[in-house]
């Protein structure tokens, strides 16, 4: 089942602009992570960010967690041609030795536009 | 690059017949797991493999199984393949902190 669910499905955005994802999330998690996908290839790790932690940056990602609203955005700014991907949220509720499993949204196809 | 390596990158099977996909883990991870993604969804969990054991395993049927092996590698097999096995199969490791998932670049499996 899918626990994530971003918003827009797509987005579409000139060269330059900031680029706004977000994502809603339905039961307790004990951290949040934003992964990338070019064209149906693997998925790539971009950021984690722990229940406790409110913003997280690294480069020109900035990712925001409200745990009691259950959502989370990622912003991309100054966006290039090359950040065109699908962009996924996953939330990992594993608890104490069990299995560690991420559960995805369907996600945000970017698209920008140079 | 994650060091994540998935073989073979394309297959195409018909329906009933049984696939095998592979998986190296990156250098030092004990943990591997195996997604399904189909068209147009987000990755759904199917099982998890920690030191040679299944750890864990989503809502998939028995005929969905597989094997870790001592260096960590993992196998992902599917028996009686249906026409909704099609998808994109993803393979990650995990290292000891187990926070962050290293993907693969997935098997595209079509069954016809």
């Known amino acids: 089942s899918q626990q994530g669910e971003e918003d827009p499905q797509a987005l579409s955005i000139q060269e330059g602009e900031n680029a706004t994802m977000n994502c809603s999330y339905k039961t307790s998690i004990n951290n949040l992570q934003w992964y990338r996908q070019n064209s149906g290839r693997g998925l790539v790790h971009l950021i984690l960010i722990r229940s406790n932690e409110r913003e997280k940056h690294s480069g020109r990602l900035r990712v925001t967690l409200d745990t009691s609203k259950k959502s989370s955005s990622l912003l991309i700014t100054a966006s290039r041609a090359a950040d065109t991907a699908s962009y996924f949220c996953?939330?990992?509720?594993?608890?104490?030795?069990?299995?560690?499993?991420?559960?995805f949204g369907k996600g945000t196809k970017l698209s920008v536009i140079p | 690059e994650t060091g994540v390596t998935q073989s073979p990158t394309h297959l195409i099977k018909t329906r009933g017949q049984q696939v095998t996909l592979r998986c190296s883990s990156q250098s030092g991870h004990n943990t591997v797991s195996w997604y399904q993604q189909a068209l147009g969804q987000g990755p759904q969990f199917i099982f998890q493999?920690?030191?040679?054991?299944?750890?864990g395993r989503g809502n998939f049927p028995p005929r969905f199984s597989g094997l870790q092996f001592p260096n960590y590698s993992s196998e992902l097999n599917v028996n009686a393949l249906e026409l909704d096995d099609s998808a994109l199969y993803l393979c990650a490791s995990s290292g000891r902190d187990r926070e962050t998932a290293f993907f693969g670049q997935g098997t595209r499996l079509t069954v016809v």
């Open positions: 493999y920690y030191r040679e054991e299944e750890n």
């Open positions: 996953a939330t990992d509720e594993s608890s104490g030795a069990g299995s560690y499993q991420l559960t």
